[in-house]
């Protein structure tokens, strides 16, 4: 089975930065492409940043120029560096990983989310 794990989550006033990080562990042939998306009570998640095995990344809109997202292949890991963070980001944040495991069967896997907010 594949798991993914976020961390770095937490509490910043305006202006701050945080870095989440999202390490996938299991039954993994390939990592493809990861990305992170975020959630507002009530709202549909969101694209926030992806990037494919090749290290093209895209960007939501709202978050260009201040987030980056960058990927560690040897620790199956991906990074959301995020700066000058504004109270509207505050969300859930969830790592999303498209991965070839076991049987070389190729699937979305997803974490458990980690919360992100934003306040004075």
């Known amino acids: 089975q594949v798991q993914l794990v976020e961390s770095g989550g937490g509490l910043v006033q305006p202006g701050g930065s945080l870095r989440l990080s999202c390490v996938a562990s299991?039954?993994?042939?390939?990592?493809?492409?990861m990305g992170w998306y975020r959630q507002a009570p009530g709202k549909q998640r969101e694209l926030v940043a992806s990037?494919?095995?090749?290290?093209?990344?895209n960007y939501a809109d709202s978050v260009k120029g201040r987030f980056a997202i960058s990927r560690d292949n040897a620790e199956n890991t991906v990074y959301l560096q995020m700066n000058s963070l504004k109270p509207e980001d505050t969300r859930v944040y969830y790592c999303?990983?498209?991965?070839?495991?076991?049987?070389?069967?190729?699937?979305?896997?997803w974490g458990q989310g980690t919360q992100v907010t934003v306040s004075s």
């Open positions: 299991g039954s993994i042939f390939k990592i493809n492409s």
């Open positions: 999303k990983a498209d991965i070839t495991g076991r049987y070389y069967i190729t699937r979305d896997y």
């Open positions: 990037i494919t095995s090749d290290y093209i990344t």
